[in-house]
């Protein structure tokens, strides 16, 4: 068997590793266009200076040997046959495939600014290694002390943390009203804002660039959208990540925002699979498909398409967002719907001491939690969302400081303390 | 492997694992010089939650799951699985991204907000032939699975 895999972080790894659970033999090859595995998260970690050498990787050192896999460092795949069943290199090189794993991951969303060019100095992106590198070396060279982010989301709050451990201010700048917008509610963002107005930093909402003035070739200010001029000799551009699908655009393998995946992880097209941040597999809550672009979601179903692409039988039973940022020494983890749009949603909150608590509640079941500085035992928030646990009883409970499973149900508790659910 | 199982009806909510379970993992092993010397704080520091509400109590530790969801969210590959199946955590390379606690539905894996690292997480008493919690509890609340 020969298996092919485009992509190589958590989603490939983890299919590597069941592929090799059932298929000691089977040739591996993986194609990658970055020049050593790496945890992208951990990029921030990274330029902060909070990395000891050579920690940057996440598996272990004899990954490639043990696996025995070949990995083709700094390539391109550029085409994908699905008839004659082969992936085409940059270099020309055709690779044919038995089982082919697109998990190519996504890359930075581009829009277009006035007087933003490709090329402009001082301006950068924040998802590979590379941008890290690129970033410490731009920062060191100008002697930089500030900058601006464009984008209070994930990647924002990764640049954010990055920059603050370089002992930098910024601003940051969005569109919308609060921080991490697409979980958090203004409450949560304004125990961050908080945080970042004591060292200097400032959050600058529904505000976006009009406009970027360049000397030289370098950045040199900003226009906002406020009609304010801003001084800027590095921006980050955080404003997102789409799934990267162009591989398969113009084949059978069918994308909407991302890579169409069944429960087996497997696209429309036989013996082509999908996995991360590419690909739009089961969101638990809506029971639709849906791209879910975290570190864990891309872990199981690299796993579950590498069991399948084994012929191991499994399936992926969906997950749902949630996420875990620290920032300023303010943790917070979200789960789910945090932010309901329509009406039938129940929204608890409880704020005090600094520690804001909010839990989303819909037909009886948590859909949705916000925890801010109160992250102990955040995971059986998660589990009572999996479980679609009645909590009609249980509203009071769920926003205690204590919060456990003493809380809950016997049946439930013993299920899952002393029973068979003891582990999973 | 070693597995542990607990009995919240056997519990007397002494709490007596947790001390012994900081003074397992203590550098002299000894209880007094544990807390006295070393700093350990007996509730804090152990690998154990501990709940109690009313009249009833138990203590809970890592469940070393089969299909760890703290392995597959570990960003640095601290959290891992030994060759016996223990889950175990490597401090080293712990940069305190919370994922582990994020997905541990037990919510067994304690932060060490100040080091930014998982404070612990219990690793079965590695070469202990019986856990420090299961050796030191009176009523049999915490055993081991056979």
Known sequence: MKYVIVGYSVAAVNAITAIRESDKTGEITVISNEDQLYSRPLISYYLAGKLKKDKIGFTSKDFEKDMKITVLYGAEAVKIETKSRHVELNNKKKLPYDR????????????????????????????????????????????????????????????????????????????????????????????????????????????????????????????????????AKLLI???????????????????????????????GVPGVFSAGDCAEGLEFLSGKGAVIAIWPTAAKQGKVAGHNMAGVKDVFTGSFAMNSVEILGVPSISFGITNPKEDGYEVLKKSADGKYKKIVIKDNKLVGVILVNCIERAGIYGLLIKEKLDVFGLKKELLTDDFGFLLLPTDFRKHFVTGEGTEV | MKRIEINEEYCLGCRLCEVHC????????????????????????????????????????????????????????????DKEGTVLHDKDKC???????????????????KNKRVASKCDLCGDRETPACVEHCPNEAIKLKK
């Open chain 2, 95 to 113: 940069v305190g991204c919370w994922m582990c606690i994020m997905v541990c539905p037990f919510g067994v894996i304690k932060p060490d907000f």
């Open chain 1, 237 to 267: 551009m955080a404003v997102g990540v789409r799934p990267e699908i162009s591989l398969v655009k113009g084949t059978p393998i069918t994308a909407g925002r991302g890579i169409i995946v069944d429960s087996r992880m497997e696209t």
């Open chain 2, 22 to 81: 900081v003074t397992a993992h203590s550098k002299s092993k000894d209880i007094i010089k544990t807390f006295k010397s070393e700093g350990f704080k007996p509730l804090v520091d152990s690998c154990i939650a501990f709940e109690k509400c009313g009249y009833t109590t138990f203590a809970l530790q890592c469940r070393h799951c089969h299909d760890a969801p703290c392995i597959e969210a570990c960003l640095t590959s601290a959290m891992y699985r």
């Open chain 1, 100 to 231: 082919l794993l697109v998990c190519t991951g996504g890359s930075p969303i581009k829009i277009p600014v006035d007087g933003l060019k490709d090329g402009l100095k001082g301006v950068f992106t924040f998802t590979k290694l590379a941008d890290a590198k690129e970033l410490e070396k731009y920062i060191e060279k100008n002697k930089l002390k500030e900058a601006v982010i464009l984008g209070g989301g994930l990647i924002g709050m990764k640049a954010a943390e990055a920059l603050l451990g370089k002992k930098m201010k910024f601003k940051i700048l969005d569109i919308a009203d609060r921080l991490l917008a697409n979980t958090f509610d203004k409450e949560a963002s304004a125990l961050l804002e908080e945080k970042l107005k004591a060292n200097g930093c400032e959050f600058l909402k529904e505000t976006t660039i009009k406009k970027v003035i360049a000397k030289a070739g370098k950045i040199e200010d900003l226009v906002l959208s406020s009609g304010k001029k801003l001084k």
